[in-house]
Structure formats: structure tokens, C-alpha cells
Nanobody, 116 residues
Framework: QVQLVESGGGLVQAGGSLRLSCSASGSIFKIKAMGWYRQAPGKQREFVAA???????TYADSVKGQFSISRDNAKNTVYLQMNSLKPEDTAVYYC??????????WGQGTQVSVSL
């Protein structure tokens, strides 16, 4: 089993920044990639960003140049740096981890709210 715990969400003004953290524990040797999805009110959950064990990154077109994903292997932690935040970025952000096989693991989600 893998456990994922997110932190760093909150309320910020438009143009501000937040850094989300996702710490993994348990059978972390199973993890091949980690990343983030988000779900805004009234919308489906959408992919945001991912990073592989080799360090390759992938971003949704909507956040390219605005968000940056990184990792700290020593801490088993993945980060999402969110800059120039807009009200449209308001959502619950969920951390995920892809194992070598089986179903993905998910964190509990953390709320990000951006006000004008």
C-alpha cells in the first residue's frame, strides 16, 4: 500500500503563488511516476502535471509556463509550484502515484482558492 498526503493549499489573491506538497509513504518502491489532477466546481477532474522517476515532466496545456512540478527523492515528496494564480485555478488538487502494476494511488485532496 502507498499513502499520499498533500499540503500547501489555501486562499490567495489573483497573481499570487502557492506550492503544493505530496509526501509518499508505504511501498514507495512501487511508484513509477507521480503528479497532480484538479477538479473545479462544476467541472470534471482534469490532468495537471506529472513527473517520472527519471525526471521527465508533462503538463496540461492550460498550465504550461505557469505551474512547475518537481521532486525530492530523499524526502519521497513531489511539489507543484503554482505561479500567477487566476480564479480559474480554483479547484481541489489531488496528488496521484502510478505503480508498476495495479490501480493508481490518490491523496485526499487539498483546496486551492484564488480570489480577485
Amino acid at each position: 500500500q502507498v499513502q499520499l498526503v498533500e499540503s500547501g493549499g489555501g486562499l490567495v489573491q489573483a497573481g499570487g503563488s502557492l506550492r503544493l506538497s505530496c509526501s509518499a509513504s508505504g511501498s514507495i518502491f512501487k511508484i513509477k511516476a507521480m503528479g497532480w489532477y484538479r477538479q473545479a466546481p462544476g467541472k470534471q477532474r482534469e490532468f495537471v502535471a506529472a513527473i517520472t522517476n527519471g525526471g521527465s515532466t508533462t503538463y496540461a496545456d492550460s498550465v504550461k509556463g505557469q505551474f512547475s512540478i518537481s521532486r525530492d527523492n530523499a524526502k519521497n515528496t513531489v511539489y507543484l509550484q503554482m505561479n500567477s494564480l487566476k480564479p480559474e485555478d480554483t479547484a481541489v488538487y489531488y496528488c496521484f502515484a502510478n505503480p508498476a502494476f495495479g490501480s493508481d494511488y490518490w491523496g485526499q485532496g487539498t483546496q486551492v482558492s484564488v480570489s480577485l
